[in-house]
């Protein structure tokens, strides 16, 4: 591979990456350390994560995604919501697509505004976890903690973040934690702060954290879809609740913006 690697920045509410067109298959998956590098603010390019875009002889095309630290993450819904925007980009798509992530086969349109519409997979369920939260998975795992009201600003989601995340309960895998303030009148959205795993750190956004937030508020009377407010930006998330507990027809919407390109 040479040594100049084409990149372009993308980011979906704050949440930033480094997307790189890889249909030539030439990328090193295995160089967590390059990944690392790049993805690092002050010696890199700076990003939450890094995509790789590749080809896949089944679907439109594949995201590959892999968080700051490196390593191949999970599922990333704004990660995916930038990913389907470069793809447009770069030709591959058109308004709609049909593409493979860690998860398994997503959905996704544009609309003529640049707002991302992207099909997240069926979630089965939650589980209530005591003195926690509630837990549930929505392509990465994710526990969502509700907030007595205007505490949320205040919290240190750094602190509170990682005590919870490498918590007892969740020593072996981790797991990403949500902060959430439900809102104080109705039509006001809900605010949300998260901690993610594979960035350590919190972030301005979180596309599954989101929508995990709005399976576990629809417990708590929020309507599809439901409005959420993080510290980057605006976000909705439809869907459908089925009388078992589960949910499907999940759709995240928002903003997915291009910001730069260049040559590392």
């Known amino acids: 591979m040479s040594t100049t690697l084409h990149f372009y920045k993308y980011q979906g509410t704050g949440n930033d990456f480094v997307l790189v067109d890889d249909r030539a298959n030439e990328f090193d998956a295995a160089d967590h350390q390059r990944v690392r590098h790049l993805c690092d603010r002050r010696r890199g390019i700076g990003a939450d994560g890094l995509i790789l875009l590749r080809r896949h002889p089944q679907y439109d095309f594949e995201m590959v995604y892999f968080n700051a630290d490196g390593h191949l993450g999970s599922m990333c819904g704004n990660g995916g919501r930038c990913t389907v925007a470069f793809a447009r980009q770069l030709g591959v798509i058109d308004t709609e697509t049909h593409f493979l992530a860690a998860d398994g086969a997503h959905e996704a349109r544009v609309d003529a505004d640049g707002t991302v519409h992207l099909r997240m997979q069926d979630v089965i369920g939650q589980q209530d976890v005591e003195?926690?939260?509630?837990?549930?998975?929505?392509?990465?795992?994710?526990?969502?903690?509700?907030?007595?009201?205007?505490?949320?600003?205040?919290?240190?989601?750094?602190?509170?973040?990682?005590?919870?995340?490498?918590?007892?309960?969740?020593?072996?895998?981790?797991?990403?934690?949500?902060?959430?303030?439900?809102?104080?009148?109705?039509?006001?959205?809900?605010?949300?702060?998260?901690?993610?795993?594979?960035?350590?750190?919190?972030?301005?956004?979180?596309?599954?954290?989101?929508?995990?937030?709005?399976?576990?508020?629809?417990?708590?009377?929020?309507?599809?879809?439901?409005?959420?407010?993080?510290?980057?930006?605006?976000?909705?998330?439809?869907?459908?609740?089925?009388?078992?507990?589960?949910?499907?027809?999940?759709?995240?919407?928002?903003?997915?913006?291009?910001?730069?390109?260049?040559?590392?």
Do not use: M
């Open 131 to 264: 003195d926690y939260g509630v837990f549930l998975d929505t392509g990465s795992p994710h526990l969502v903690r509700f907030q007595p009201a205007s505490t949320l600003a205040e919290l240190n989601v750094f602190a509170e973040g990682r005590a919870l995340r490498y918590g007892e309960l969740f020593r072996e895998k981790g797991t990403n934690v949500n902060f959430v303030e439900p809102p104080a009148t109705p039509g006001q959205p809900w605010q949300v702060r998260t901690y993610e795993r594979g960035v350590e750190d919190e972030t301005l956004s979180c596309g599954t954290g989101v929508t995990a937030v709005a399976l576990a508020a629809s417990r708590r009377g929020a309507a599809s879809p439901v409005h959420l407010r993080t510290p980057g930006g605006d976000l909705r998330v439809a869907f459908e609740a089925k009388p078992d507990g589960s949910f499907t027809n999940i759709f995240l919407s928002g903003p997915a913006t291009y910001v730069f390109e260049g040559e590392v």
